[in-house]
């Protein structure tokens, strides 16, 4: 079973950065895809990134595109989200989510594709 950890949420004012990570707690070593969704009060959640679980390919919302780059270690048991030039419109619940993916190239941008989550993680930036 799929335990998704994050952490690095924070407050932040307009312009700063933060890095999110997500981390399989069990370390269960499958080939994971894995992806960060956002939401924010009254709304859906949204797709924000996406990884192959090889890790060379990558996916973006055109809402943080190049100001957000996905990436996972080399070990693929935490997956990153660093965040630039935040901007309060980005302010919302962070989640990371993953879906096992035998080939490691698959990747998903829906959250029903999903089949783990994490608990979420508070982005919230200040204008």
């Known amino acids: 079973q799929v335990q998704l950890v994050e952490s690095g949420g924070g407050t932040v004012q307009a312009g700063d950065s933060l890095r999110l990570s997500c981390a399989d707690s069990?370390?269960?070593?499958?080939?994971?895809?894995m992806a960060w969704f956002r939401q924010a009060p009254g709304k859906e959640r949204e797709f924000v990134a996406a990884?192959?679980?090889?890790?060379?390919?990558?996916y973006y919302a055109d809402s943080v595109k190049g100001r957000f780059t996905i990436y996972r270690d080399a070990a693929k048991i935490t997956m990153y989200l660093q965040m630039n030039n935040l901007k309060p419109e980005d302010t919302a619940v962070y989640y990371c989510?993953?879906?096992?993916?035998?080939?490691?190239?698959?990747?998903?941008?829906?959250?029903?594709?999903?089949?783990?989550w994490g608990q979420g993680t508070q982005v919230t930036v200040s204008s």
């Open positions: 989510s993953a879906r096992y993916d035998p080939s490691g190239v698959y990747y998903y941008t829906t959250t029903s594709d999903a089949e783990f």
């Open positions: 990884v192959t679980w090889s890790g060379d390919r990558a």
């Open positions: 069990e370390r269960t070593f499958r080939r994971n895809s």
